[in-house]
């Protein structure tokens, strides 16, 4: 069965600066998406990146990045220039779909909070 | 365009009650997953349905059960509640053969 790790429930970093939010997974398939969405106070979910995994080039989306080791089963999210906007909670996702299966499989989550 | 819209937002239960939560799909989607949040959790698949149907299910009793209507919208029902059925659920929609999907704000249920 497949598990998404977050060994990280809670990180802070100062406004303007860089921070990485961990994420390990584990599964036996060759395909699979992975992901990044962001849970403010708000509570809906919202899309932050995503990876496909047969594409060796990292994914980026303005200030948000990702590096993806395969090999490792690594999926770590930077956040450069933090903003007091990013304050919420971040999970990591997979998901894989060879045989239909679009479920997304989420990690517990890291609480991150941006300090002004 | 709409997004995802759930109802209601927050509702309080008393064990052993039962339950209905709605949930209409984004505009253009046609299949919508449920996920359960216990708090401090990440969301948990339930189920999934398509075509009226319900194509994937995770690991839940069959207190859980849905139902998809013809305009795509769905319901949650959950029977014979149970404190540990306290949670937000959320849904979540999309197109068929996309891995694309929009999540609703959900809605807190609260057993007592």
Same mark, same amino acid.
């Given at each position: 069965?497949?598990?998404?790790?977050?060994?990280?429930?809670?990180?802070?970093?100062?406004?303007?600066?860089?921070?990485?939010?961990?994420?390990?997974?584990?599964?036996?398939?060759? =395909?699979?998406?992975?992901?990044?969405?962001?849970?403010?106070?708000?509570?809906?979910?919202?899309?932050?990146?995503?990876?496909?995994?047969?594409?060796?080039? =990292?994914?980026?989306?303005?200030?948000?990045?990702? =590096?993806?080791?395969?090999?490792?089963?690594?999926?770590?999210?930077?956040?450069?220039?933090?903003?007091?906007?990013?304050?919420?909670?971040?999970?990591?996702?997979?998901? =894989?779909?060879?045989? +239909?299966?679009?479920?997304?499989?989420? +990690?517990? +989550?890291?609480?991150?909070?941006?300090?002004? | 365009?709409?997004?995802?819209?759930?109802? *209601?937002?927050?509702?309080?239960?008393?064990?052993?009650?039962?339950?209905?939560?709605?949930?209409? *799909?984004?505009?253009?989607?046609?299949?919508?997953?449920?996920?359960?949040?216990?708090? #401090?959790?990440? *969301?948990?698949?339930? $189920?999934?349905?398509?075509? /009226? /149907? /319900?194509?994937?299910?995770?690991?839940? *009793?069959?207190?859980?059960?849905?139902?998809? $209507?013809?305009?795509?919208?769905? /319901? @949650?029902?959950?029977?014979?509640?149970?404190?540990?059925?306290?949670? @937000?659920?959320?849904?979540?929609?999309?197109?068929?053969?996309?891995?694309?999907?929009?999540?609703?704000? #959900?809605?807190?249920?609260?057993?007592?």
């Amino acid at each position: 069965a497949q598990t998404v790790t977050q060994s990280q429930p809670e990180m802070s970093v100062q406004e303007a600066e860089t921070v990485t939010l961990s994420c390990t997974y584990d599964t036996s398939e060759s =395909n699979y998406y992975l992901f990044w969405y962001k849970q403010p106070p708000s509570r809906q979910m919202i899309l932050v990146i995503r990876q496909e995994a047969y594409k060796q080039q =990292n994914a980026t989306e303005n200030r948000f990045s990702v =590096n993806f080791q395969k090999a490792a089963k690594s999926f770590s999210l930077k956040i450069s220039d933090s903003q007091l906007g990013d304050t919420a909670m971040y999970f990591c996702a997979f998901m =894989n779909t060879p045989r +239909g299966t679009y479920k997304y499989i989420f +990690g517990t +989550g890291t609480r991150l909070k941006v300090l002004a | 365009d709409a997004g995802v819209t759930q109802s *209601p937002t927050h509702l309080i239960k008393t064990r052993g009650q039962q339950v209905t939560l709605r949930c209409s *799909p984004k505009s253009g989607h046609d299949t919508v997953s449920w996920y359960q949040q216990a708090l #401090g959790q990440g *969301p948990q698949f339930i $189920f999934q349905y398509y075509e /009226e /149907e /319900e194509r994937q299910r995770g690991n839940f *009793p069959d207190r859980f059960s849905g139902h998809q $209507f013809p305009n795509y919208s769905s /319901e @949650l029902n959950v029977n014979a509640l149970l404190l540990g059925d306290s949670a @937000l659920y959320l849904c979540a929609s999309s197109l068929t053969g996309s891995y694309g999907y929009t999540f609703g704000s #959900g809605t807190r249920l609260t057993v007592v």
